[in-house]
């Protein structure tokens, strides 16, 4: 738990960023508990405490404020990045196989999003005639901009083959006696 985190106290950051990035840093401080909200308590209620830590990663010093402290893992900010922190290497463990599953759950439903996309197109197409007509507007660009790309490659295939056939008869040109 954070509130029993102590100077030189190992704790694992996950950086969530475009990039996944791990730091392991040391905590300077002595995390005092202190009540999240100021607000009085009704009669037994008890209210959430967090916990400021102070880590060390590097040559980088990391303020997380307002910890859950009775936590052993906690999403917070630093710096404008959404981080994941932890007293645990188990629960820091447990958050990246989570979201590395999110990954490939993610790209496992690419097949099902693609009909999803084609479904909506075909009830567009039909609520609203003009949609449909700028898909197949779409469509025929498509074809022939594939068509094009298709001539254009036979086109140089077909200029390569003359640009050669004329060089070998240019070189036996020059190898023949001149007839006169």
Known sequence: ???S???NSQLYILHKGDKLALD?????NQPIAKPKYQIPQ????TQETVVDIIVKVGDTTINLNSIPANLD????????ESIVVSTSR???????????QKSIDTL???EFHNNRINECDTILGILNPEYAEKQTQKEEMNELKNQVSTLSAQVNRLVEALLK????EQSLGNKRTPQG
């Open 24 to 28: 392991v840093g040391y905590v300077t």
């Open 165 to 168: 056939q004329n060089n070998n």
């Open 42 to 45: 009704a009669f037994g209620q």
């Open 90 to 100: 188990e629960a820091m463990n447990a958050e990246i196989l989570s979201i590395k």
């Open 1 to 3: 738990m954070f509130q």
């Open 5 to 7: 985190v102590r100077p």
């Open 73 to 80: 893992i906690a999403d917070s900010y630093s710096n404008g």
């Open 108 to 110: 496992n439903s690419r």
